[in-house]
């Protein structure tokens, strides 16, 4: 089922709401009002969300790039906490992994 972005024309609350394509729009939840509007930001929302994380690995990257091991480990820590990926995840892992052996190297 579709998730779709509403704004209430009344109050203006922005609300989400999940229903099929056929059925009618629902009602605001915070002040009842019917005269609502669809957003159309869900799918672009998803896309962002997409882009959000190619931008996030393609930073980690850099940092791995510039030997900046350490930055790139806390930046994906960081970034775990706003995206809940897998891939952010592997980041993580990777990161501390990458620290860790560049220590054994060093000392
Ligand atoms: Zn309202």
Same mark, same amino acid.
């Given at each position: 089922m579709p998730?779709? %972005?509403? *704004? !209430? #024309?009344?109050?203006?609350?922005? /609300? #989400? $709401?999940?229903? &099929?394509? %056929? #059925?009618?729009?629902?009602? !605001?939840?915070? !002040? &009842?009002g019917k005269r609502v509007s669809k957003i159309i930001t869900t799918i672009s929302f998803k896309v962002d969300h997409g882009e959000r994380l190619s931008r996030i690995e393609k930073r980690y990257k850099?940092?791995? *790039?510039? &030997?900046?091991?350490?930055? $790139? $480990?806390? /930046?994906? #820590?960081? $970034?775990?906490?706003?995206?809940?990926?897998?891939k952010v995840k592997r980041m993580v892992e990777e990161g501390k992994e990458r620290l860790l052996k560049k220590k054994r190297k060093i000392y």
């Open positions: 998730l779709y %972005d509403y *704004r !209430c #024309e009344d109050c203006n609350h922005v /609300f #989400e $709401a999940m229903h &099929g394509i %056929d #059925e009618p729009p629902p009602t !605001c939840p915070n !002040c &009842g850099d940092y791995i *790039r510039w &030997g900046k091991y350490k930055d $790139a $480990a806390k /930046f994906a #820590e960081k $970034a775990a906490q706003y995206v809940k990926h897998d």
